[in-house]
């Protein structure tokens, strides 16, 4: 069992002697695994359990030391890898050409057992080092973004308790949300920007009036006038950051009541001028919106919903996004029996 925690050590020459020296030199306290050539190595770096360090001769037939550190550190997998050149090598030119490459310590032959262990274990001693620092900056970089991404959450939830009882048409839609966009892209990071970002697509609400938020029926000219404002003042509640997913953010809370037609508000802008991420939002925006009981209206059936949004293919939405959302329609069904109003306890709402 100790042997498996041991680290392991790469060691790259093309000479079985040169290989048996080292390995005899480092056995007893390291896990030793040898290459004869630089195309076996990169395949050893690559593996599921990488080496924790690699020693690695320069002349070598084929591909020689200095092009297989070039793979390694070209490669997102293997770049963080510690190389030592161990090398006849011995000019000063070659020794800065190592380090050019990336390598972070150069020994030259004929090797010195006591430099060789002491210059390995301070190397892995710093990777070890790098390694839990970078892990504690993942963790708290992961921790403030979880936290951003609530406060997110939940100002989109604090428009939709205006006139939504639990908030869940914010979880409802931004699922749909998400399950269109991954039909559209194969963007991993994409589809987490605007499943995250849909929330806060009525955060404009905030600032509509409650007499006509939550009016039991059809608003006059006058009070439509006030509703459309929601959108830019949602832009402004936004603003202007730097943060993408604060900019899609602001995009989806100003454009998602744009229609394809250009019949929309509150910029009347038409077709593709409406940013995809806007448009993907108005389909799953209107159909949760039909599909729930409102203050004004009852719940629709769902092929009714459906029905409204084949009929406004073209008009209101992008016609080849009501295409994608008939394909995630039964997924988008799962999301809406999990979500129902009926569904969620006061814990999970």
Not at 183 to 203: G, R, T
Request: charge should be negative.
């Amino acid at each position: 069992m100790e042997s498996d925690n041991k680290q392991t050590i790469l060691v790259v020459d093309d000479t079985p002697e040169n290989i048996d020296i080292l390995s005899g030199v480092l056995r007893e306290n390291y896990k030793v695994k040898a290459a004869l050539n630089g195309e076996r190595a990169l395949k050893i770096a690559n593996a599921d359990s990488p080496p924790d360090i690699i020693l690695l001769d320069i002349m070598m037939p084929e591909m020689d030391g200095y092009e297989v550190c070039r793979q390694l550190k070209a490669n997102p997998a293997t770049h963080r890898i510690p190389v030592i050149f161990i090398t006849a090598k011995n000019q000063e030119e070659d020794e800065q050409k190592g380090f050019e490459l990336g390598a972070v310590d150069y020994i030259t032959k004929p090797i010195s057992p006591p430099i060789v262990q002491a210059r390995v274990a301070t190397q892995l001693a710093l990777y070890d080092q790098n390694r839990t620092l970078e892990k504690k900056v993942q963790e708290r970089t992961q921790q403030l973004t979880n936290t951003r991404l609530e406060i997110i959450r939940r100002l989109g939830r604090a428009a939709e308790f205006k006139d939504n009882e639990t908030g869940l048409h914010v979880i409802r839609m931004s699922h749909y949300t998400r399950l269109i966009a991954e039909a559209i892209s194969h963007d991993d990071e994409w589809v987490d920007l605007i499943f995250n970002a849909a929330p806060m697509h009525d955060i404009g609400k905030i600032g509509i009036p409650d007499h006509v938020l939550l009016k039991p029926g059809k608003l006059d000219d006058e009070e439509w006038k006030i509703m459309r404002r929601h959108p830019k003042i949602g832009a402004d509640i936004i603003g202007d950051d730097d943060s993408p997913l604060l900019q899609m953010a602001r995009e989806i809370a100003f454009a998602h009541h744009e229609k394809w037609d250009g019949s929309g508000y509150p910029r009347r802008l038409k077709g593709e001028d409406i940013p995809i991420a806007a448009r993907i939002v108005a389909i799953a925006d209107v159909f949760d919106a039909l599909t729930t009981e409102r203050p004004y209206k009852k719940a629709w059936e769902i092929a009714d919903a459906v029905k409204l949004i084949d009929d406004e293919a073209g008009k209101h939405f992008d016609p080849a996004l009501v295409t994608i959302f008939h394909s995630v329609l039964p997924e988008i069904l799962d999301i809406r029996d999990k979500y129902a109003e009926q569904n969620i306890s006061h814990e999970d709402s």
